[in-house]
């Protein structure tokens, strides 16, 4: 090969900046090609992507609402991964976590005590948690490989919601259909910003980031997570235990979900439908590793995601573009930041060294 | 230099969008769709982008109609509402049921643009209710059905149990038992409106239990395909399915959203608009049947179409008494038909159906 | 009734319903079994159903509508091995964008195609043997893809264990640093491996858009991927007990149906979670004995290469 990729000795904290930048510019060129070959004129498509979704103060908002089931979801897996616990299944996680929370109100709606929502937080914690102690149980008791335990969950987490919501959480007044009485306003997440969207959940998200930017860099159990992520047998050697790692990060991973799906039925949403969250859980991993496991890297991925959401409802309906579109821009996107990352930690040389007959 | 280069390019770009976009705003109305599903799904979302489409050829350069198709039922639907009415759409139209609230949201902060929600039963000043009731349409393929099976079992694709299925499945037991006491009506919920391989497997489920017509409230033509290659009768579901059975479909129950969206819109133009709640049947044009198959015998032909004039002039009425439920109790005594409130929210069956209907 | 004869079509809605499950498992098994973990299975078999739908429609040839779904499969299999190989970007992550950018392009390619019926692929009559009652319509009235998706699982298990292709495959799994000291060519082989999988996916979404609903629509697979590469899981890693988990998976979907029609009283949804439940208690079981999973799981899956030096 006349290219090499060389590992570097120490990362490159240039590249830790300047790759995103770099991704950013590739995306631009091939969304050119794309969309000439739809045949949109490629520079308003990209205005229409990334511009036009924050024109206004509302719409920076929404970004922010977008952003905040992401930015947590993905927070709580990536400490998971750093200790190479493969949790995929944050989207039941959420779910189960918005199913318990909302069941303080969904039992008392005539509460209206200043608790009920501090208490619904809790609560969706402890849901997103304990649903996500279940891979943590067959993990650590039967050794049940837990990307494959969590990832069956979520199909079982959502089939339970349709369960309770064209069942016995079906709205009284309303006609049989199937979702529940809105929240009440004790409920419901305060909002932030009057006239928007942005609320309370927002702030936690933001607190997520925070404590786990702690957690990671000045915490014990930090430093374990990492250990036992980067060199399992070191981690043994230093009295670590490998199953405790399991359950912390499943836990915390879970209850972080949890919380995520708890913000968005009492937040936006504001009552209990039968589809809560459209993928956040699996985006969110996404997120996480286009952060690079890092909670700043992740608030910024989390907000990136979100606008590309933005973005495609915005070229829908100022080009016509279809939603398939989005998702190969998505893809594409997603694709030249990951890729670009090999900069960090390699860089690119040509091979001049004669190759040498093994 | 990278940077400057890519500002400048986005700088560009501002202001080219800026002028097309701001030319396009004055010229025509912007009339809004949004979808819950792919327009390709072949089912609910493509009909109501075939509505979109009669929109914008019946008023050509006069409005614009645009769409956001794939939309969840959760905190999306809200900001996309939000944002075609902030960008001076006229009307909007919001196609699933799950829309309602975000739709009533929207509505309350912009009174001057007009929304019309479908399925759902709350209404404001500048919203509009709208609906197709399906179950007359179901209620002429039931007549077909009842004389059609000869296994006097009839399968039925669900999707999830609300009323509006449920509606479905009792209007079409109704009618079948009364051209065909014998008949029993067995029920498969694939828990999902659109999954094509689910839905067949349930098909073949039915046919292996004795059915021997099959109808769905599923969204592909996957159950009709099945029915084709068992050679056993189906029916077809929002759209003419023929293509995908030319032998088996019996007929289809075809949603029409056409006349309604081009009325619709022209009542903004106009100036007319006004709240309403409609819900139409086959008289209005918004639930349509599809030509009927060449191998139905004459007389039932004729049954089915003095049935489908019947309840058009408003002789015939699907849920008129006397019925039972399905635990034996009167669902509607001689002499008395059911009204609309109790139709909205039904949740049993009628007698005929096998199985408890899931609650 | 006098019996048994009901199994004759619930058999045959299973094979159906289990085939493309087999096709995408047995395809990421090797690519696990390389090291490799793919997570865009869905994304492949989307584009390989559009692709070979496509193929069909135009051309009418359905051994080139396989072809084409293979080798859209393929290509999209190479788009993550470049990225994920040659650049080292995260499989999990990359795996995941694999299916965002798998679900848009087939869409996009599938516009014209929606609503369109297709011949479905036909059943074979194997030497006029598929009127034999009860046997005849289940082992010799299938379509060639069946009988395709069964001979790959016989043809991967023989190449695995049997081969030394297989013996270095595995060894590139299980320590992609040895394999390297040695002088095998981990990268090439991993690319190899990849492209098989994406290729077999490919082919398990045609056999949706061909076979089990001869149809395009946009996001036909509704979860089949993901289930796919549960059961390699399921499976430890075995080519065979990928075809025993596929068909169990496929048996309890269709029961269930079955028990409904039958008239059982039981929410669907609950009803609907049982093949979950059963992969996870099934796999509680399994995991227990830890030495199975060892002996067969890759134990490099997931961890990136790069060859020191």
């Known amino acids: ?358 | 230099m990278k940077l400057k280069h890519i500002s400048s390019l986005f700088g560009a770009a501002a202001i080219a969008a800026g002028m097309l976009m701001g030319s396009a705003a004055s010229a025509e109305d912007k009339i809004g769709f949004i979808y819950v599903g792919p327009v390709g799904d072949h089912g609910w979302t493509y009909r109501h982008d075939v509505g979109r489409q009669a929109v914008q050829k019946e008023f050509g350069d006069k409005v614009k109609t645009t769409f956001v198709e794939s939309v969840k039922e959760g905190p999306d639907s809200e900001r996309v509402i939000r944002q075609m009415a902030a960008d001076g759409h006229k009307l909007i139209f919001t196609t699933s049921f799950g829309f309602m609230n975000p739709t009533l949201k929207v509505a309350k902060q912009f009174p001057d643009v007009k929304f019309e929600h479908a399925t759902g039963y709350k209404r404001a000043d500048n919203v509009s209710t709208y609906s197709s009731r399906f179950y007359e349409g179901r209620y002429v393929v039931g007549k077909i059905a009842g004389k059609m099976t000869k296994s006097n079992v009839i399968g039925y694709v669900g999707s999830f149990p609300i009323p509006e299925v449920v509606r479905g499945i009792n209007a079409m037991t109704l009618a079948a038992r009364s051209v065909n006491p014998n008949v029993t009506v067995k029920v498969a919920w694939v828990s999902t409106w659109y999954d094509p391989g689910k839905e067949g497997d349930a098909a073949k489920a039915l046919i292996d239990q004795g059915a021997d017509v099959i109808l769905q409230h599923t969204d592909s033509p996957a159950p009709l395909q099945v029915a084709e290659s068992r050679g056993v009768w189906a029916v077809g579901q929002a759209s003419d399915m023929s293509k995908f059975a030319p032998k088996a479909q019996l007929t289809a129950i075809v949603d029409n959203w056409d006349g309604y969206y081009v009325a619709r819109t022209k009542a903004v133009l106009d100036g007319t608009w006004k709240s309403e709640d409609t819900w139409g049947g086959l008289k209005s044009g918004m639930v349509e049947l599809a030509p009927y198959n060449s191998a139905i015998p004459a007389d039932v032909v004729a049954l089915a179409e003095e049935t489908r004039k019947g309840i058009e002039d408003g002789s015939i009425v699907p849920f008129a008494g006397p019925f039972n439920k399905q635990d034996g109790s009167v669902g509607a005594a001689a002499g008395e038909a059911l009204d609309d409130g109790v139709l909205l929210g039904m949740n049993w069956y009628v007698e005929g159906v096998e199985g408890q209907l899931p609650k | 009734m006098s019996g048994f004869e009901w199994i004759v079509p619930v058999v045959l809605t299973v094979i159906t319903a289990a085939t493309p499950l087999v096709f995408a498992g047995i395809g990421e098994l090797i690519t696990e079994k390389s090291g490799v973990l793919n997570l865009g299975v869905e994304g492949m078999m989307l584009v390989g159903a559009v692709s070979g739908f496509i193929a069909a429609t135009v051309t009418g040839n359905y051994f080139l509508a396989v072809g084409a779904a293979a080798l859209a499969g393929a290509i999209m299999a190479f788009l993550f091995g470049v990225l994920t190989l040659s650049l080292m970007a995260n499989q999990v992550a990359t795996g995941l964008a694999l299916t965002l950018f798998g679900v848009g392009l087939s869409a996009l390619m599938g516009q014209e195609f929606v609503g369109e019926p297709v011949q479905a692929l036909a059943k074979l009559d194997i030497a006029g043997l598929s009127d034999i009652p009860f046997i005849g319509p289940i082992v010799f009235g299938q379509d060639a893809l069946v009988y395709l998706s069964f001979f790959m699982v016989i043809v991967v298990s023989w190449f695995l264990y049997k081969t030394k292709g297989g013996l270095i495959l595995r060894a590139v799994g299980d320590s992609h640093d040895a394999a390297h000291s040695i002088g095998y060519p981990v990268i090439a082989i991993r690319y190899m491996a990849v492209m098989f999988g994406g290729a077999m996916s490919g082919i398990g979404g045609a056999y949706l858009s061909l076979a089990y609903t001869p149809m395009w629509a946009e996001n036909m697979t509704a979860g089949r991927g993901w289930i796919a590469l549960a059961l390699i899981v399921f499976a430890t890693w075995k080519p065979g007990l990928v075809l025993v988990g596929a068909y169990m998976f496929g048996g309890i979907t269709i029961l269930q149906l079955h028990a409904q029609a039958a008239g059982l009283n039981v929410p669907s949804q609950v009803l609907s979670m049982l093949p979950y439940l059963a992969t996870v208690l099934v796999l509680v079981l399994i995991s227990k004995d830890q030495s199975r999973i060892r002996k067969h799981a890759p134990a490099c899956i997931g961890k990136i290469f790069h060859p020191a030096a």
């Open chain 1, 1 to 358: 090969m006349l290219l090499k990729i060389e590992k570097r000795a120490e990362y490159s904290r240039v590249m830790v900046y300047l790759t995103p930048i770099i991704a950013l510019a590739l995306t631009v060129l091939s969304s050119v090609i794309l969309f000439e070959l739809l045949g949109v004129n490629p520079v308003e498509a990209l205005f229409q992507f990334f511009v036009a979704p924050l024109d206004t103060k509302y719409e920076f908002s929404e970004l922010f609402v977008k952003a905040t089931p992401l930015m947590l979801c993905a927070i709580g897996l990536s400490v998971g991964f750093r200790a190479n616990v493969w949790n995929i299944g944050a989207e039941g996680q959420l779910t189960m976590g918005a199913i318990v929370g909302s069941s303080l109100f969904i039992y008392f709606p005539e509460t209206e005590s200043v608790f009920l929502l501090p208490a619904m937080i809790i609560m969706g914690a402890i849901g997103g948690a304990a649903w996500a102690g279940i891979p943590a149980f067959l993990k650590t008791r039967f050794n049940a490989n837990e990307i494959l335990t969590s990832l069956m969950l979520v199909y079982v987490a959502i089939l339970f919601l349709s369960v309770l919501v064209h069942g016995p959480w079906r709205d009284p007044q309303g006609f049989n259909f199937p979702e529940s009485q809105t929240f009440s306003d004790s409920a419901d997440m305060p909002i932030l910003l009057s006239g928007t969207r942005l609320h309370f959940g927002t702030l936690l998200a933001f607190l997520a980031v925070l404590g786990a930017w702690m957690m990671m860099a000045r915490t014990l159990i930090g430093f374990q997570v990492k250990v036992i992520g980067e060199a399992p047998r070191a981690g043994g050697y230093a009295g670590f235990s490998q199953k405790k790692i399991v359950w912390f990060t499943l836990l915390f991973g879970g209850a972080l979900a949890g919380v995520a799906g708890l913000s968005e039925v009492s937040g936006p949403i504001d009552q209990v439908l039968p589809s809560i969250s459209p993928g956040y859980g699996f985006t969110a991993i996404i997120v996480a590793f286009l952060g690079r496991l890092h909670p700043v890297g992740i608030f910024f991925a989390s907000l990136l995601m979100a606008l590309t959401y933005l973005g495609g409802e915005t070229a829908q309906i100022n080009l016509g573009l279809p939603v398939a579109v989005t998702g190969v821009f998505q893809g594409m996107v997603l694709f030249f930041l990951l890729a670009s990352d090999v900069l960090v930690h390699y860089r690119f040389r040509l091979n001049t060294a004669r190759k040498v007959a093994p």
